[in-house]
T-cell receptor
């Protein structure tokens, strides 16, 4: 089984709809991240969480919100989806930077979201 | 200047060729660097880490030039399976485990 899973894998929705993307991990990592990827652009950080009680905005948080329900679960919500939120969304996890593998991020398989 | 810049490619090379990608970064204080590999429509996966002047793993060699602020990835004896997008990644200024991703360089290896 994959260590980092995302649901759904694909989603088509309409402008104005509320959408939730879910991420679960079995790696036991405290740190979790949400990114979006657009053609020709690098992955851009939306939100990140360093433990269950910690939520931080990333580079492009406007229009998004997150919930860290447990160490293993980190959800991303689009309160009112718009077409320019059409992208590939990745969840990732990591250990603290002080650990030997602390700089490595482990990604889920991605969710392809299309907003019409 | 973007924090991490890469030539988008694509680099089209025959099997067996040697190919090199460069990546420039703006944060002169960066101490660690990474190359991630991303197959089409798949998630990025760590390929190599670079903490000093360079790193070598089989056919792959990463080199760091701190004076010029660039990192290179050299692939020798290219295989068809090397076809992918290679992402240059640098920790954000101040660290805290936040990474800045380049847009990637696409490699296509043909028979």
């Amino acid at each position: 089984d994959a260590d980092v899973t995302q649901t759904p894998r694909n989603r088509i929705t309409k402008t104005g709809k509320r959408i939730m993307l879910e991420c679960s991990q079995t790696k036991g990592h405290d740190r979790m991240y949400w990114y979006r990827q657009d053609p020709g652009l690098g992955l851009r950080l939306i939100y990140y969480s360093f433990d269950v009680k910690d939520i931080n905005k990333g580079e492009i948080s406007d229009g998004y919100s997150v919930s860290r329900q447990a160490q293993a679960k980190f959800s991303l919500s689009l309160e009112s989806a718009i077409p320019n939120q059409t992208a590939l969304y990745f969840c990732a996890t990591s250990e603290p930077p002080t650990s030997p593998q602390g700089d490595t991020q482990y990604f889920g398989p991605g969710t392809r979201l299309t907003v019409l | 200047r973007k924090e991490v810049e890469q030539d988008p490619g694509p680099f089209n090379v025959p099997e067996g060729a040697t190919v090199a990608f460069n990546c420039t970064y703006s944060n002169s204080a960066s101490q660690s660097f990474f190359w991630y590999r991303q197959d089409c429509r798949k998630e990025p996966k760590l390929l190599m880490s670079v903490y000093s002047s360079g790193n070598e793993d089989g056919r792959f060699t990463a080199q760091l030039n701190r004076a010029s602020q660039y990192i290179s990835l050299l692939i020798r004896d290219s295989k068809l399976s090397d076809s992918a997008t290679y992402l240059c990644v640098v920790p954000e200024r101040g660290g805290y485990n936040k990474l800045i991703f380049g847009a990637g360089t696409r490699l296509a290896v043909h028979p």
